[in-house]
């Protein structure tokens, strides 16, 4: 069974479909990947400890063309919206017999979340553990300068010291 | 498909006629983006492989009017068009550390989110059907003009971003 708790190193894995049939750029992620439908509770997301990638793709309600991004539990946790405001997420082991390493990221859904979880999922450092990489970057991540910390997973990239709308590169 | 949407069909003649910044004329991307509506009309249920909704015909029908009210502004740019797991669609402009998003998410209301991660910024709201679309246009504009300004970096402080962060 896999609905032990879910520690903060865990890897969650995310199932994006292709936007090929609505003739969107087949890899491109949107923040409407990471919306509720109608009944959900939260956000689908599997624990890589029990299900890989590979095996994600291969199960039957899989989409062809899709394809799967990656963050830890403990950067769902610590997402921030793009005013670094904590948006107090967490992520629940919902298991059944059918959908082993099935979990949950809850919280309060906006389209705040939507687009602070797209951010972490394309960039998060989790690395996929069959070693192949994962060039997933979208425009706004290829650009240089500035970012703001905690929109990114990677906190070298920034320092924000004082008023959040100055923000500093930690190399300056 | 319909063009119908009562609501910025008004709104987008108040906002052509109150506001000269907006030129209304007609722009060459719709028919690219009412194949993708027809597409995202043909969705079935379960379309993400997680569930989701195939798309609501009044909320489509809804974001149709929307985008061609939109499309009559001069100059503006093609949305990314994508159906959302609940039924609806929403509309992404995308340029650098710029994003906006506007979701119909029934037939007579939209969200949308604003993000500058440069400058952290991010507004969200709500807009409905007798409220202007400046607002929207704005934010869309803004997405649009933003050039990269990093390399300059003595200066990226007082850029428009900078401003529009601290206001």
Redesign the interface.
Known sequence: MSDEPISDDEVLLR?I?S?K????PPD?V????F????D?KGL?VFRERFVSEAELLKRP???EG?LVVRATAGEVRRAK????EPLNLDVIPVDHDTNPGHAEIRGQF???VA?ALK?LFLHADSSPSDGSSHEEV???HR??????AG?LPDPTLVV?RGD????K?DD? | MKSQFTITEALIERTGSTDPRWIVVRCDWLE?AE??FR??EN?PD????????RSDARSLCAAWGLLTSLCRVEGLSKP????????GV?F?W?N??R?F?I?VVAERAA???Y????????E?GEIFEDESLNGVLDFIRRVENFT?R??K?TS??NSLG?RE??A
């Open positions: 199932r479909p936007g049939p609505w003739l969107e491109r949107t923040s409407a990947n919306k509720l439908g109608r959900d689908s309600d899989a989409i899709s919206n793009g005013k670094q906006t389209a705040s687009g951010r979208p425009a706004i650009s240089s300068g500035l970012s703001c929109s924000v959040l709308s100055t923000p590169r300056e | 690219d194949r993708q597409a995202i969705l379960g379309w993400d492989g997680n569930g989701a909704s990314h068009v994508n159906p959302t797991p609940c039924g929403q992404e995308e650098g550390f994003y998003e979701e969200t949308y989110l993000r500058d991660d440069a400058m952290c910024v991010e969200t990269d990093t390399s970096r990226a402080f900078a962060a601290v």
